[in-house]
């Protein structure tokens, strides 16, 4: 059905569901081409409906028999589901249908991954499984029995009963149809015991194919972690019996937060020093305490509609984040988040894909699961937490669990408990959740006898569909430094911008004080820095706040590789001098150096160029990031290879904050020192690492300087038989290939026999590589948009949800000079005059074209 026109949501258009459903259940007689699914569900009318009729949805299933009341019925067949003649008051339907899990490649409804069933029921995937009304306000009890004869037999909730070839399992807690979830397969489980603050006693489990038992602590413990910071900091206990993690080979996503039964991309929870990165180790410890979280906002309290999605989000990545920082490093873990929010949000916020964190209307919902939505839906959670206080927020957070437990909630209800808490008028906040668009705040300082003026004018750009917005509610932290001493003048101070202009004057200096605008990242805007490099080399050695600290840093790095890249002068000895002491200075942490050391991406020098009005050339932003990187190497050389030496951990592996701090450090040395030493030190290195961060850093820093072929094959055969290494021997030989061969590399990487493109790990390895090497992809041709579009069409036809999440490489077409700009949009309109396209699909061409 999905070649019909596709029909657009509005979120104006929202009417309460006409049926609730009091209790559900379910009885799954499991077949990899033909499971049948049995349905009892008792509905009554609602009394806050206006409309009558019955319907249900429903997508992909044949219909065995439908009955209600116990009586046969002819349902009539519509095209997302079914319509059918029903009672005036409550009524039980049943339904028979089957479905064919083998066949699933979309990865959407019940599937089968590598053997094993499961599900992805969020956003709308529940409607591949049985007839019901799958929209998130619908609430109810689950009651699921599983018949195979397979060992493993998982649903949410409490297990009720085993018994030989069938399990039933019952959730109490009512819950919209997207968080159900049912696995079945031949797993094994790593397990522990969580006792909560009130004394009850929760089995955790985490269940993976035999082989993987090995690296499941790591996602246990981070569990354990999870479930007590939540206790703690939020008040917030579980509430069922079981928790139970499930690692899946094939997912389209990273995980999801099924009540009681969290499924996750295996790349999401697996891990072991000798097979994942610090990284890996970092994000899975964020992305089981972010699905853990989501039992507080998300399933408790769930979302009225999808427009709403931000509600659970936003929420949920802003805990996570707070979790992060708490379990490592608070400024780390915050110039981290703004490098993320910068380096995508922004880009999506600049582009054609810009939308608001709350849409306003969508054709596929799955399109809008977007860092905007959860970034920059974040960073909206951290300003009301600034603008209330810290006590504030969390009195706001305990109204909001007290009043809206059980519901499915707007935002408008979760602005409410922050305006009743605080007692204050939010309206021109909630601007945040309508105007798409990043603001931006124009400085301008004038210095005239002793008094400072400072004005501030902000303004949000135009975005598709919008124009001409309204001032926002911007919390800006600021301070001002004194130029002589170097001291800060008094307090931060948290300017509320709500007018489209302020100025702040102060007087009675001497000197022009020196401005610290935007700390710790208040606010997720765009400052127009007009400052004068001085005043950054300035903050640079005084600014207290390590956010500013750091940014002062980043902005004179991207000073220099912009006008490296277009033709002006490299670095100064000034800035160089500066950061090498940054670098040397052991009161400063190893992973805050490591950040100061890292540049910006490719992507951002890109993006920066065409804010000063010129298409950048993606080939001299590659020559002037590997130029800079030269001259620091020549630079710092004095001291790098002490530093390096001086990094080295040493002891057991410790994926901790403090050992992976030194790591990032040290590797980043690494890039620098083989220029100078031609790769000897990241040989000895990938020789004799006995942890996945440094070998794979080791490979890195030889394939940036061309010596990466024998490292990359020695890689290949220690680790061929692991899919999850693999896919990182995939991505890193094609984003760090020299920019003629990337598009070569991708290619030829996609003809060997291991190349599963119906896997999305394996095909982001390729796209998301390919992508990441700007240089390559944009290769003056035409040859990267040709590869990429090529796949595109390729795998839609499977799983139009990853192919359209992929395709955002395309967003920053507009960017680029002419004849880029023709070959793209060549691409485009080929993918676009694709028969059968999906809806997913078509509607992001249809949007990146413009
Ligand atoms: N809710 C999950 C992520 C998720 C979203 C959509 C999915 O399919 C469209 C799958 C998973 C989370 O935030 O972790
Ligand atoms: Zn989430």
New binding site residues.
């Given amino acids: 059905m999905k070649d019909a026109a596709p029909q657009r949501i509005h979120l104006a258009d929202y009417r309460p569901p006409s049926h609730l459903v009091e209790d559900v259940h379910l009885t799954f007689q499991l077949d990899p081409k033909a499971t049948r699914v049995t349905s009892r569900i008792r509905f009554k009318p609602n009394p806050d409906s206006e409309e009558t009729g019955f319907r249900l949805h429903g997508e992909g299933l044949t219909l065995i028999s439908a009955k209600i009341d116990g009586t046969r019925v002819d349902p009539e067949m519509v095209e997302d589901g079914l319509v059918v003649a029903a009672p005036n008051d409550a009524f039980t339907w049943e339904a028979v249908v089957e479905i064919n899990p083998e066949d699933n490649k979309a990865l ?1 409804g019940l599937y089968l991954s590598n053997g094993m069933y499961c599900t ?1 029921c ?2 709308q ?1 529940f409607r591949r499984i049985t007839y019901y009304p799958d929209r998130p306000d619908v609430m109810a009890p689950f009651t699921v029995r599983i018949e195979s004869d397979l060992p493993v037999l998982l649903s949410n909730g409490n297990l009720k009963e085993r018994g030989e070839g069938f399990t039933e399992w019952h959730d109490p807690w009512p819950k919209p149809a997207y968080l159900f979830a049912l696995v079945a397969g031949e797993l094994v489980d790593v397990h522990d015991t969580f006792i909560t603050k009130s004394g009850r006693e929760v089995q955790l489990a985490v269940w993976v194919r035999k082989g993987d038992e090995h690296k499941c602590g790591w996602a246990l413990n981070s569990l354990k972690k999870s479930m007590k910071w939540d206790e703690d900091i939020y008040g917030r206990e579980y509430d069922l019996d079981i928790f139970n993690i499930v690692a899946v080979d094939d997912f ?6 099924n009540k009681g039964l969290n499924i996750f991309n295996a790349s999401a929870v697996l891990c072991s020093p000798e097979t994942s990165t610090d990284a890996d180790f970092e994000r899975i410890e964020a ?1 089981v305490a ?2 853990y979280f ?1 039992n507080w906002t ?1 399933n408790r309290i769930t979302c009225r509609d999808w427009f709403q999605l931000c509600l659970k ?1 936003g929420l ?1 990545v802003f805990r996570d984040q707070q979790f992060t920082a708490d379990m490592r490093s608070a400024p780390v873990k915050r110039i981290e988040d703004a490098i993320l929010l910068r380096a995508r949000q922004f880009r999506e916020d600049a582009g054609p894909l810009a939308h608001p964190v709350r849409p306003e209307s969508f054709v596929e919902i ?1 399109n809008f ?1 977007t860092v905007t939505v ?1 970034e920059k839906g974040a960073e909206l959670i951290g300003m009301l937490k600034r603008i209330v206080g810290d006590e504030t927020y969390y009195k706001a957070l305990d109204l909001y669990f007290e009043r809206h437990d059980g519901d499915a909630a707007t935002i408008e209800d979760w602005i409410k408990v922050f305006e009743d808490a605080a007692d204050r008028d939010l309206s021109q906040f909630m601007l945040w959740y309508s105007q798409a668009g990043t603001p931006k705040i124009t400085v301008t300082e004038t210095f005239e006898e002793g008094t400072h003026t400072l004005v501030l004018e902000q303004s949000v750009p135009d975005t598709p569909g919008q124009a001409d917005k309204k001032p926002m509610h911007i919390p800006l932290l600021f301070a001002l430094f004194d130029p002589d001493t170097g001291q800060q003048f008094g307090e931060d101070v948290l300017l509320e911008l709500t007018e489209p202009r302020i100025e702040i004057r102060t007087r009675g200096h001497d000197r022009k004080p020196v401005v610290s605008l935007n700390r710790d990242f208040s606010a997720p805007v765009i400052i127009d820095d007009t400052s004068r490099t001085d005043d950054r080399l300035f903050l640079l050695a005084n600014e207290t706040d390590s956010f500013n600290r750091w940014e002062a840093a980043r902005s004179l790095t991207r000073d220099a590789l912009t006008a490296l890249a277009t033709g002006g002068l490299g670095p100064g000895e000034e800035y160089l001098d500066a950061l090498n002491g940054l670098l040397v200075d052991d009161s400063l942490d190893p992973a805050y150096r490591a950040l100061i050391l890292r540049q910006p991406s490719e992507e951002e020098i890109a993006q920066a160029i065409f804010d000063y009005g010129r298409h950048p050339e993606p080939l001299s932003v590659n020559r002037a990031a590997d130029t800079l990187r030269a001259r620091m190497a020549a630079h710092f050389e004095p001291d790098l290879p002490r530093l390096f030496r001086g990094m080295q951990v040493h002891g057991a592996y410790s994926p901790e904050a403090a050992d992976a701090g030194r790591r990032a450090f040290a590797n980043g040395l690494l890039t620098l020192l083989s220029r100078l030493d031609g790769g000897t030190a990241a040989r000895a290195q990938f020789d004799q690492a006995d942890n996945m961060t440094n070998r794979l850093a080791a490979l890195g820093s030889l394939l940036q300087i061309d010596e990466g072929a024998e490292a990359l094959a020695r890689f290949e055969s220690d680790w061929k038989h692991d899919r999850l290494v693999m896919n990182k021997w995939y991505a890193i030989q094609i984003s760090l290939a020299p920019p003629e061969a990337a598009v070569g590399t991708a290619r030829a990487l996609t003809e060997r026999e291991d190349f599963d493109w119906t896997n999305p790990n394996r095909f982001r390895a390729v796209m998301g590589g390919l992508v990441s090497n700007p240089a390559g992809f944009h290769d003056a041709t035409g040859a990267g948009y040709e590869f990429l579009a090529d796949w595109l069409i390729r795998l839609d036809e499977k799983n139009p ?1 990853t192919a359209a999440r992929t395709s955002t490489a395309f967003e920053t077409w507009k960017r680029y000079d002419p004849k880029r700009q023709d070959l793209i949009k060549a691409q485009l309109d080929r993918i676009l005059g694709t028969e059968g396209l999906s809806r997913d699909l078509t509607e992001m061409m249809t949007r990146i074209r413009g």
């Fill in positions: 959407e992805q969020e956003a995937g389209n996503m990273g995980a999801m937060e992305i972010h699905e989501h998300g989000e949920t799955n699961y959860y949800q």
